[in-house]
């Protein structure tokens, strides 16, 4: 092994020491008092570990329906998305010659220019008009067809589904939705997959959104609950880490379920034109 490449590999350890760190320090916070997460000098172990954050957020929260509701809304709306996007992307990458395919594509690329800051009023009206306030559909519907999404999977079916094999399908009698879910879907599983733990790492963590929308305790997902535990004169801390890691838990499980497609999808050139 060369000196640069030691040197690279040392480089890159300390970085993710850095990026870890925080995590680190949320998990060992959880198991701490509140006497020692502000203690000087910091406890780097605690020990014995301390459980009771835990009995008391779910004694005192209703974090297990916080939790079931963040797995709808986010589940929901991730698989939403994906079929969405990859079903626009399909369209978008393989009928060039459709009418309005190209002006439609670059309007689509256009909206990614709009500040999402800028939309929440209208999109707000709507849902309100539609009766979804306060409904998971009020988070799992807005957003589902997004530009970026469907850019990411126009690339990436461009350039990995071959025409020939969507021949030979038609050509057998299959359906363009036979083609589509059959062909186009188990090539598109690294774009997919990359895809998914993004769209669920946005839509887990959403709070300004749901704020807005979700009005009832029993309606809460895990963001809002976490947000509400701060208090103005007394913040309980303890309870606090651990609800954070608790909410952060289930997205580090889905990333190394999908870890190797999500690293296939990002190293294959899914944006390569």
């Known amino acids: 092994m060369t000196p640069h490449r030691i040197g690279l590999y040392i480089l890159l350890s300390l970085l993710a020491a850095i990026f870890l760190f925080p995590f680190y320090w949320l998990a060992i916070s959880a198991f701490k008092t509140q006497p020692q997460i502000f203690a000087t000098p910091p406890v780097w172990l605690p020990f014995p570990p301390v459980w009771d954050n835990f009995t008391d957020i779910w004694r005192e929260t209703r974090i297990f329906r916080a939790f079931i509701n963040s797995v709808v809304t986010a589940g929901g709306h991730c698989i939403l998305a994906l079929f969405l996007c990859s079903l626009a992307g399909y369209a978008f990458a393989k009928f060039p010659l459709a009418p309005g395919n190209r002006p439609l594509f670059v309007f689509v690329l256009g909206t990614m220019m709009i500040p999402v800051a800028v939309t929440l009023i209208p999109v707000f009206v709507i849902m309100m008009k539609m009766g979804l306030v306060n409904t998971y559909w009020s988070l799992i519907i807005p957003g589902a067809a997004s530009a970026f999404g469907i850019f990411w999977m126009r690339q990436y079916i461009r350039a990995h589904v071959p025409d020939d094999l969507m021949h030979a399908a038609r050509i057998d009698g299959c359906s363009e939705f ?16 990359a895809l998914g733990i993004m769209l669920m790492i946005s839509a ?11 009005r009832t305790e029993a309606m809460q997902t895990l963001p809002i609950l976490i947000y509400l535990m701060q208090g103005e004169t007394r913040t309980p801390f ?8 608790l909410a952060t838990l289930p997205l580090i499980v889905v990333f190394i379920l999908f870890q190797r497609h999500f690293i ?3 190293t294959t050139g899914a944006i390569k034109a």
């Open 238 to 245: 303890g309870m606090l880490m651990a609800g954070g890691l």
């Open 178 to 193: 036979g083609i589509y879910w059959r062909v186009v879907l188990p090539i598109a599983k690294p774009a997919l997959a």
């Open 204 to 214: 887990w963590n959403n709070l300004m959104w749901a704020f807005l929308m979700l």
């Open 264 to 266: 296939s999808g990002i």
